[in-house]
DNA sequence: ATCCCGGTTG
DNA sequence: CAACCGGGAT
């Protein structure tokens, strides 16, 4: 019993860096000390039922012994975080105005995209300001519902995993950093994946704030070593462990200004995260395949033109412009799973498609790979 | 626009 | 084996 831990000494992970960079591709320039815990990750099964071994103390974590960690008292007011739910969120919290640092040109686009967002940022004092400045697309209820419908019928990935399912258990401050950290480890298209690094980190008491900040880096990486982006996302995790540790007595930030702040948090995950951990619905959660799938549908183009959009970011600007705020937390999950069975990024299965007959798109993404830029027709 | 990293797809 | 995928940072 008991065996190989993972690699927290240095030594285990200098013999183990020759041998990533022995099989590994690239080695040109210098392979940044990339440690490759793919080969001790399959042993990683056994190690996590192995016990820890004293000396190496990273999995000390006193277990949850004191996660009260108290201090609930200074809790952070909800700042700046409207509660009205369900009335229209303010349009500023959309241009993520102070973000992260200096404005990012994001605000600018958002703003070129919705001229009639900002206006009404500066004078609606009134709840009843209508959802759609925009103009919703003809017939996008009918092709909502015939998504459903498919969706119903094929189980896809998403629905059997999500960060939402991250630490159901677990209570509140807990839950909310295990929503977190799931959405940072997350890649849909891969949700076993990310699914286990969860586990896996859950198993070795890591998934809160306390916990990860004392782990070793190179123990969280090789947990969610299967996660792509795993030693940026290990360091991420760390430093917002740390954040969160330090200004949010162990808990997540509670607006979505603040989240945005998190090293490795962006847009898509703040939104996530806002509803899912605080029930908080700021936005929309547009990831990739709700960006491309919304404009295959047309339901969103650039400001002016009939231009596809060119970033989730003006995805979802566009998309707040007119869809009602009932279906801004399940737009998501519905189109990220129709995006993994049919409306696929590559050969779409049009043919399979319900709504194939209210798609501007349907069918013309012929293969024509890299062959010729010729015309059609 | 590129890179990060490994998996997947063609 | 090459191209692509993914969210964010730069």
């Not at 306390?210 to 969610?224: G, Q, S, V, Y």
């Not at 779409?348 to 798109?361: F, H």
Request: hydrophobic share 35%.
């Amino acid at each position: 019993m008991s065996l190989l831990l993972l690699p927290r000494s240095s030594e285990a992970l200098r013999s183990a860096i020759p041998f990533s960079v022995a099989l590994g591709r690239r080695i040109n320039g210098m392979p940044k000390t990339r440690l490759s815990p793919r080969l001790l990750h399959q042993s990683k099964t056994e190690v996590l039922a192995a016990d820890p071994k004293p000396e190496l103390r990273v999995f000390e974590r006193k277990k949850r012994a004191k996660e009260t960690i108290e201090v609930e008292e200074h809790e952070l007011k909800p700042e700046s975080t409207p509660k009205k739910i369900c009335g229209l969120p303010d349009i500023e919290d959309f241009a993520y105005k102070s973000a992260k640092g200096k404005s990012k040109p994001i605000t600018d686009a958002v703003q070129g995209v919705s001229g009639v967002a900002a206006r009404i940022d500066s004078t609606e004092s009134s709840d009843q300001v209508k959802c759609f400045m925009g103009e919703p697309p003809a017939n996008w209820e009918k092709v909502l519902s015939g998504i459903r419908t498919m969706r119903s019928s094929e189980g896809a990935p998403v629905d059997t995993m999500g960060c939402e399912k991250a630490g159901g258990t677990l209570p509140p401050k807990e839950r909310r950093f295990a929503v977190l950290v799931s959405s940072l480890l997350s890649s849909q298209t891969k949700d076993q994946v990310n699914h286990g690094a969860v586990q896996r980190l859950l198993e070795n008491g890591l998934l809160t704030a306390e916990a990860l900040d004392k782990a070793d880096e190179t123990t969280i990486r090789t947990l969610i070593y299967p996660v792509g982006f795993y030693t940026r996302k290990a360091t991420n995790m760390k430093k917002i462990a740390k954040i969160c540790l330090l200004k949010y007595n162990g808990d997540i930030p509670s607006s979505l200004e603040d989240l945005l702040a998190l090293p490795g948090i962006g847009p898509k995950m703040a939104h996530l995260v806002m509803h899912i951990a605080w029930d908080n619905i700021q936005g929309i959660c547009v990831d990739t395949h709700v960006h491309r799938i919304c404009n295959r549908l047309g339901w969103v183009r650039r400001a002016g033109s009939k231009q596809k959009t060119s970033s989730p970011e003006e995805t979802r600007v566009a998309l707040q412009l007119w869809l009602p705020k009932e279906e801004w937390a399940p737009i998501n999950p519905l189109l990220v799973g129709f995006g993994q069975t049919i409306c696929t990024p590559l050969r779409p299965r049009c043919d399979k498609c319900g709504v194939s007959e209210l798609c501007p798109s349907a069918f013309k993404e012929t293969k024509m790979k890299k062959t010729s830029p010729a015309k059609k027709s």
